[in-house]
């Protein structure tokens, strides 16, 4: 095998790795948390926060209709016990009696609205939770298979690195080095030559340059630098 053929299969080797390598980022960026899962718990954690506060105001609402009913039942007593006999005052206490019963309406009319809200509430974090479950279900089987995905690929990755170990060992250094400037510059290091053009560049390469292809010289296009290698 010639030269220029061994750094070509390392650079088959090395597009293989570099193609490995940005599955791994791709997979590393899929592992954690997704925004979804993220978002659905968010959502249902603010409803279940929105329950406790909701039911702390329907219990304070509560007290405040029993403490209503009560001033009623004292004040209907007041007004019709027979004990009062001040017109002046009945009057008072009537009016008086009529504030409270509007006060209690209001309150009555403000606990059924909550308890309302209430109920949607409970619905809602009920419907949520179900949603979030199955989020969470399809997201931990997903981070399963990347899991899995991760691990074939580093398996694959290592055995390539393996590979380019020995292809790389046929090659003297400083003929590595050149393939690596070369590479670092334009991406791939070795052009193959079809039709008497260099496939790098597109460009018709010299005679002498064919020639000396063919007799297994390490040569590069005159035009855009790569390594040449017989197709
Ligand atoms: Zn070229």
Sequence with gaps: MTLARTLYDL??????????????????????????????????QAEKKHLIETEKQQRDLEYEVEDLRNSIKQLNNK??????????????????LSIFKTKLNQKEDDLLDLMAEIETTQDKIK??????????????????????KQAEVKRRLSELNRQRTVVSSDVAGQTLELYEVIRARKGQA??????????GCRLNL?????????????IQCSSCGRILCLG
């Design 11 to 44: 650079q088959q080797i090395d597009l293989d790795i570099q193609k490995k390598q940005d599955t791994l980022d791709d997979i590393k960026r899929q592992l954690g948390e997704s925004d979804s899962l993220v978002q659905a718990r968010a959502a249902l």
């Design 79 to 96: 007004l019709y016990g027979g004990k009062e006999k001040n017109p002046k005052e009945l009057v008072s206490l009537e009016k008086e």
């Design 127 to 148: 419907t949520n939770g179900q949603k979030l479950e199955k989020i969470e279900g399809e997201w931990q089987q997903e981070q399963k298979d990347l899991g899995q």
């Design 190 to 199: 070795v052009a193959k030559i079809e039709q008497g053009r260099c496939q």
């Design 206 to 218: 010299a005679v002498n340059e064919l020639q000396r292809a063919r007799a297994g010289d390490l």
